[in-house]
């Protein structure tokens, strides 16, 4: 592979032009695509394979004008005196409220005093529900400010109004932190190269290949049904690893000049040896994103299959844009100071050969002095991070977690107080009486039969549809949404359906916010073992062919299993326990977001794998050039560890950016890879891979002979290509040789 890439090095270099015309071609046809394409659909969130995603379906094709995934608002009215709600004038300004709801994209607005307990006992409150036409995601401008309008009306006439549910959802202001991410990225690469052209270089090449994958992903959102979220991730991960893989070859490229090579060798080199771990690392990372079609959730597999696209497109760019990128910048690769003092060469010789080790260097000196020392303190510090996660709860976002402030959150809690704790999650049961002798008979006896069970208050009529072989009921438990005995309810009742079905001849599905988010979470705790061993077992494999090695990968895995536990501690101290929230800008604490788990373990894997395949890859290929397997690791982090930590410290800043945004899905996942990336690229690779290599000698780069046999060889640590360009120098000083003899005999 080594070879392959030295030649796409040296051809992308020599024509450097071309290829930087065709990625800019590409970039401005992806721009135009993009610009052109339709509004990006709306997020279609499904559940194949769940009691919930069952009856939504049923509900689809059973009430064809109802709307089953139109949005909801509920409105509640509440006395500020304490007056009954019922009172003529309280009544005349609810219904001028409700007149203002009513037409556009709405549906049906529901009158509170025609409803069936819809006025609470103590007869001060009162609440509605209008439905709409379309999902959450296509609710206009026009719309909320008619909602905002209504509220206000009402306010102004000395009700307390307040409005929930999914209608009220907007745009989530996404900020512009990522921008203040990458001018950290631009201040560290200046620091780490001296230059602003070569610090530059790597965010230009990063931002055409995430404007090329965010286009794209735009440009076909309608085609494939991509939704506005999905290249999220995209933008995180690709601005990350983009940056990172150009800076890895850009580096590479500079110690190659330093060498002596010559500028079109140099970039060569620096793509088949640099460019083979950006190859791997960059599969690792695709692997862990695509895996995450093993979920079986279509978001879930969409925007990973957008982020693995994206990160593709990083790796190409570094092995073909960047080499060109460094032709056409010249000299400037080095700084000015570096260019006046030696303008021919460009070795820095006063930095490179004053004797002084280096940051690196001496780490890891210290490191293979006190191995376990250091390999027990890092251990002992993640596990303390890590302890948090013994008492996390998942779940998904709700109103009841909103800021206090919020319109969503004051109507959460005047419904609860006046109805109760679970009146916020109603289950409703999809009853399918085709089947049934009497249809409406048996919607009305398994009502009654889930009335009694233990842990619900209440059960509405069944309402029928045309055809009236197909009814809903609500169901209201008497515990919250996210509280452990709802979830046995919903349990409790599914159990129910068998029997129900014996009795009946009708089907019954349990579906409802809170049943939804109750087989989320399952889906995900079913997915996380197999999708875990797709990910790891395929990583391993790859860096078996990496490394050549079984313990190396075997302690890369577990070192990315102690960052990542890490990193989810720390998001449950910081987003469910609330400690330091307010520095982070968390208005509410809560449970963590039950794919968070899942994602956190398929991305920071990834990324994990990223920092090993770097830093160690420099470390296995002094060991195969014949340096002891101490002086491999000083070597490794002589040459990797200065990279390592710029390309950890831009990582960390792109992801930080992200944790501004006003969505919470989004401020977590920023903050979590942050973390992440910071604990993994520190303490894990910098501290626990050292000593653990240092402890074991030798026996790190073991490999069984037959396996040694069975695997193909790779080449990263570029072995076969150092030997090729040996032979070919060794031939060309012998043509020089016999050269000079025939020109010694010619004389004579």
């Known amino acids: 592979m080594a070879t392959l890439l030295y030649r796409l090095g040296r051809f992308s270099f020599r024509h450097r032009k071309l290829v930087g015309l065709l990625w800019v071609a590409l970039f401005v046809l992806a721009g135009v695509g993009a610009s052109s394409a339709a509004k990006a659909p709306a997020d279609d969130f499904k559940l194949p394979g769940t009691e919930a995603q069952q009856a939504f379906d049923l509900l689809e094709q059973r009430f064809p004008g109802g709307s089953a995934d139109g949005a909801t608002a509920r409105i509640v ?181 330093i060498d002596g090579h010559s500028r079109e060798e140099a970039a060569g080199r620096a793509v088949g040896t640099a460019g083979s771990a950006v190859v791997f690392a960059g599969l690792t990372v695709i692997i862990a994103l695509a895996g995450l079609a093993v979920v079986n959730i279509p978001i879930l597999t969409k925007m990973g299959m957008a982020a693995a696209g994206t990160v593709a497109l990083a ?102 107080d006046a109805y109760g704790a679970g009146f916020n999650g109603p289950l409703m049961g999809v009853v399918d009486a085709k089947n049934a002798d009497d249809a409406k008979q048996a919607a009305e006896e398994i009502g009654d039969k889930i009335a009694g069970v233990d842990g619900v208050v209440s059960v509405s009529p069944a309402a029928f549809n045309e055809a009236g072989d197909t009814a809903t009921i609500s169901i209201v438990p008497s515990t919250g949404p996210s509280d452990a005995e709802t979830e046995a309810l919903v349990h409790d009742i599914r159990d129910l359906a068998p029997q129900l079905k014996s009795d009946t001849g009708a089907d019954l599905y349990l579906s409802g916010t809170t049943a939804i988010n109750i087989d989320f979470s399952q889906v995900l705790d079913d997915a996380l073992v197999p999708y875990l061993a797709l990910v790891v077992g395929l990583a391993f494999v790859l860096l078996m062919l990496v490394f050549r090695s079984l313990l190396v990968p075997l302690k890369a895995a577990l070192g990315f299993l102690l960052s990542v536990l890490a990193a989810l501690g ?37 990324l994990a794998m990223d920092y090993e395949v770097f830093l160690v890859t420099r470390m296995r290929e002094a060991f195969v050039h014949g340096e002891r397997p101490g002086e491999a690791i000083v070597t490794g982090f002589k040459f990797g560890a200065r990279v390592v930590t710029a390309a950890a410290i831009i990582m960390i800043s792109v992801f930080s950016g992200f944790i501004g945004a006003g969505d919470d899905m989004v401020k977590m996942m920023g903050f979590g890879l942050a973390v992440a990336v910071l604990l993994d690229a520190f303490v894990v690779r910098m501290a626990i891979v050292p000593a653990v290599l240092a402890l074991l000698g030798r026996r790190a780069w073991w490999l069984p002979k037959w396996l040694d046999r069975v695997l193909p060889n790779v080449d990263v640590e570029g072995e076969q290509l150092r030997k090729k360009l040996e032979s070919e120098v060794r031939l060309s000083k012998s043509d020089d040789g016999d050269d000079e003899r025939e020109r010694e005999l010619a004389k004579v």
């Open 77 to 257: 009215f509440q006395t500020e005196d304490g007056s009954k709600i019922t009172a003529a004038e309280h009544k005349a300004e609810v219904e001028k409220v409700l007149d203002q709801l009513a037409g556009g994209q709405a549906q049906a607005v529901g009158d509170p005093f025609d409803t069936p307990g819809a006025v609470s006992e103590d007869g001060d409150t009162a609440y509605t529900t209008v439905t709409y036409k379309v999902p959450a995601m296509e609710i206009t401008d026009a719309t909320h400010e008619d909602i905002d309008k209504a509220l206000d009306s009402g306010r102004d006439a000395g009700l307390t109004v307040e409005a929930g549910g999914d209608a009220l959802q907007v745009e989530p202001d996404m900020g512009n932190g990522e921008m203040i991410g990458v001018g950290i990225a631009l201040v560290v690469l200046i620091i780490t190269f001296g230059s602003l052209v070569a610090a530059g270089l790597p965010i230009l090449t990063a931002l055409i290949g995430v404007g090329i994958g965010i286009s794209s992903i735009t440009a076909l959102a309608t085609t494939l049904n991509l939704s506005s979220t999905t290249s999220t991730l995209a933008m995180m991960i690709g601005l990350a690893v983009g940056i990172d893989y150009a800076l890895f070859i850009a580096s590479r490229y500079r110690a190659e000049l």
């Open 570 to 606: 720390t998001v449950v101290l910081v987003f469910q326990e609330g400690h330091l929230a307010s520095l982070f800008g968390v208005e509410s604490t809560g449970p963590i977001m039950s794919m968070m788990p899942i994602f956190m373990i398929g991305v920071v894997f990834g």
């Open 315 to 416: 790796v190409l760019i570094a092995l073909t844009l960047v080499p060109a990128a460094l032709g056409l910048v010249g000299k400037r690769v080095f700084g000015r100071k570096v260019r006046k003092a030696n303008p021919q060469t460009l070795v820095p010789a006063a930095h490179e050969t004053d004797g002084k080790p280096n940051m690196g260097t001496r780490w890891s000196r210290f490191v293979l002095r006190r191995p376990l020392a250091v390999l027990i303190a890092a251990v002992a510090a993640l596990g303390a991070l890590a302890f948090p996660v013994s008492q996390m709860e998942l779940g998904l976002p709700s109103e009841g977690s909103s800021p206090t402030d919020t319109t969503q959150r004051k109507a959460y809690d005047i419904l609860s």
